[in-house]
C-alpha cells in the first residue's frame, strides 16, 4: 500500500507541479559580460545625449538673450526715426527765425546805406567847397563801405539759410512719407532701414535657430525616455543583478507558471520525477516577458524567477520543481560587505 500510496503521490505532484530551467549566473559568466558590456554602451550613450541635450539648452538659452536684445535694438531703431523727425521740426523754426531775422537786417542795411550815400554826397560838396578836410570825407566813405561789407555778408547768410531750409523741408518731406520705398529717403534714412534690415534678418534667423533646437531637444528628450526605459528594463533582469553577485535563476514557462510564486517550495528530482528533495524557494517572479529554451529544449515564452537554494548544486540540474507552499518566505540574508568577503575568502 505504501508503495502505491508513493506512486500515487508522484504521479499527482509530477501532474501539478511547475517544471523550470535552472540558471546559475555569476558576474565571470559570459552572458553577464555580454550584458555588462551592452550597459556601458548604454550608459556612455546616454552621458552623450545628456551633454548635447545641455550643450542644445545652453544655445536655447543664448538664442533667447541675443533675441531679447535684438528686439530692444529694432524698437530703438524704430524710435530713431521719431528723434529725426523731432530734431528737424525744432530745426526749421529756428531756420524760419532766423530768415526773419535777416530779412530785417537786410533792410536796416539798405536803409543805412542809402543814408550814408546820401550823406557822403553833401561831404563831397561840402570838401569841393572846402568846409570839411579829406579826411573826414574819406572816413565817412570808408563807414559806408563797411555797411556795403555787411549787406554782402547778410546776403549770404540768408542764401545759405536758405539752402538749409530747402534741405530741412527735403528731409521733412522724406520723413513724412518714410513708409512710402518709392518716395526720397535721405542718407540717415537708408542707414536706418540698412539696419533695421539687418535686425528683422538676424532676428528671423535665431528664431528659426530656436525652434530647430527645440526640436533637437524633443527629439534628444525622447531619445533619453526611451534609454532610460530600457535601461531599467535591463536592471530589472536577473542577468544585471548577477554582476554584482552570484545570482540563481530560474526560466518559468507560461505553461508552468501557475504554481510559480513568491514562497514556493523548490525540488530538486532524479530525472525530474523520482526521490524529489526540497533544495529552496522562489523568492521574486520577475516581470517581463522572455524567449529561451524550455526545461525540455524547445523554444518557449515565459518569464524569469529568483531562487533562494539552500543547495547550490541544484542549479546544475536540468530541471527543477516548484510546488506551491503555504510556508512564509523567511527573510533574504543580508549580502554580506566587501571587507566580510575578503575575510571570508
Known amino acids: 500500500m505504501s508503495a502505491i500510496g508513493y506512486v500515487a503521490s508522484t504521479v ?28 556601458s554602451q548604454l550608459l556612455a550613450e546616454r552621458m552623450r545625449i545628456t551633454a548635447k541635450r545641455e550643450a542644445t539648452a545652453a544655445e536655447l538659452e543664448g538664442a533667447s538673450e541675443a533675441l531679447e536684445e535684438l528686439k530692444a535694438l529694432h524698437a530703438s531703431s524704430a524710435k530713431a526715426l521719431e528723434w529725426t523727425s523731432t530734431l528737424t521740426t525744432n530745426e526749421a523754426l529756428a531756420g524760419a527765425e532766423d530768415q526773419r531775422v535777416l530779412v530785417q537786417q537786410r533792410a536796416a542795411l539798405a536803409r543805412m546805406i542809402a543814408d550814408e ?18 579826411v573826414e570825407y574819406a572816413r565817412q566813405a570808408h563807414a559806408l563801405d563797411q555797411l556795403r561789407v555787411a549787406s ?27 513708409r512710402d520705398r518709392s518716395q526720397v529717403s535721405t542718407p540717415e534714412m537708408l542707414a536706418q ?31 533619453l525616455t526611451k534609454l532610460d526605459e530600457l535601461l531599467a528594463q535591463l536592471k530589472a533582469r536577473p542577468i544585471f543583478r548577477a554582476i554584482e553577485a552570484d545570482t540563481n535563476v530560474a526560466f518559468v514557462p507560461y505553461t508552468q507558471i501557475a504554481g510559480v510564486g513568491p514562497g514556493a517550495e523548490i525540488y530538486d528530482c532524479v530525472w525530474g520525477v523520482f526521490a524529489c528533495k526540497s533544495v529552496g524557494r522562489i523568492a521574486e517572479l520577475l516581470p517581463g516577458e522572455a524567449l529561451v529554451q524550455d526545461p525540455w529544449g524547445s523554444p518557449a515564452r515565459g518569464q524569469y524567477a529568483i531562487m533562494r537554494l539552500d543547495d547550490a548544486e541544484a542549479a546544475q540540474s536540468k530541471t527543477l520543481r516548484v510546488r506551491p507552499s503555504s510556508r512564509p518566505l523567511s527573510p533574504a540574508p543580508p549580502a554580506p560587505s566587501p571587507v566580510a568577503s575578503r575575510l571570508i575568502e
Not at 22 to 39: C, E, R, T
Not at 123 to 131: F, I, R, S, T, Y
Not at 160 to 173: A, D, E, F, G, S
Not at 193 to 220: F, G, W
Open 152 to 178: 554782402l555778408e547778410n546776403e549770404r547768410a540768408r542764401i545759405t539759410r536758405n539752402v538749409q531750409m530747402n534741405q530741412l523741408r527735403l528731409t521733412q518731406q522724406a520723413l513724412r512719407g518714410s
Open 193 to 223: 532701414q540698412d539696419q533695421m534690415v539687418r535686425v528683422k534678418c538676424e532676428m528671423i534667423r535665431l528664431q528659426a535657430e530656436q525652434r530647430s533646437k527645440t526640436a533637437e531637444q524633443r527629439t534628444l528628450d525622447e531619445e
Open 117 to 134: 550815400e546820401s550823406l557822403l554826397d553833401r561831404m563831397k560838396k561840402d570838401l569841393d567847397a572846402g568846409l570839411i578836410s579829406k
Open 12 to 39: 499527482y505532484h509530477v501532474a501539478t507541479d511547475g517544471f523550470v530551467a535552472p540558471i546559475a549566473l555569476s558576474p565571470d559568466s559570459d552572458l553577464v559580460i555580454q550584458s555588462k558590456l551592452s550597459m
